[in-house]
């Protein structure tokens, strides 16, 4: 079985704290993603990376950068975090190709105090 | 840019009751798409894809260029498809979702 292991299920952090969420990977997909879930608004892709040190923008990057120095490994990182970044934070990956399928993490939910 | 849009947030039948969860989505390409799945407390997993023409517990989904649509229907609600339905698009690397629908199979 695939595994994507999120290192936090849940974080409390406090308004301008430096904050990183982990995610692992253990079946050498190319393709990782990272997802916030809000209500009503569904996942929104913030970055997506292809292959080690690449990285692409999604939908909603402002607020976060990513890192992926290797390939299991995919780190989100909220330089100063922010009220409006309390959200569940998922993270995917998936082997190259169209017919892939994404394989997700259990999520990780972050309030900002 | 890729769109997928699901107009409803929630949807509530009775069990037996037919249903439909509806998906429309925006790409100039040639598409592919697919259905995830979360039930309560659990992670989010693919339902089905179009490409496999495949029925995954009793679901479907048809692919209609001309509509730009990708509905996943069902003839017979069960009490256990109550879960959060998300529609999603991918094109070479990137993957978008749509908002979710929120399916309740009342008894």
């Known amino acids: 079985d695939v595994k994507v292991t999120q290192s936090s299920r849940y974080l409390v952090k406090r308004t301008g704290e430096k904050v990183f969420l982990e995610c692992v990977q253990d079946m050498d997909h190319e393709n990782m993603f990272w997802y916030r879930q809000d209500p009503g608004l569904g996942l929104r892709l913030i970055y997506f990376s292809y292959d080690v040190k690449m990285k692409e923008k999604g939908d909603i990057p402002e607020g976060y950068s990513v890192s992926r120095e290797k390939k299991e490994r995919f780190s989100l990182i909220l330089e100063s975090a922010s009220t409006n970044q309390t959200s569940m934070y998922l993270c995917?990956?998936?082997?190259?190709?169209?017919?892939?399928?994404?394989?997700f993490g259990e999520g990780s939910r972050l309030t900002v105090l | 840019a890729q769109r997928v849009t699901q107009p409803e947030k929630l949807l509530s039948v009775f069990k037996g009751a037919p249903v439909e969860l509806k998906c429309n989505y925006s790409?100039?390409?040639?598409?592919?798409l697919f259905w995830y799945v979360q039930y309560s407390r659990q992670r989010l997993q693919l339902l089905l894809r179009h490409i496999s023409r495949e029925s995954i517990k009793g679901f479907t989904a048809d692919l209609n260029k001309g509509e730009t649509s990708f509905h996943l229907k069902k003839p017979f609600a069960q009490e256990e498809d109550s879960a959060m339905y998300y529609c999603a698009l991918l094109n070479n690397n990137d993957m978008r979702f749509g908002a979710g629908t929120r399916l309740t199979v009342k008894p």
């Open positions: 790409y100039s390409g040639s598409p592919e």
């Open positions: 995917a990956s998936i082997l190259g190709g169209l017919t892939g399928e994404l394989f």
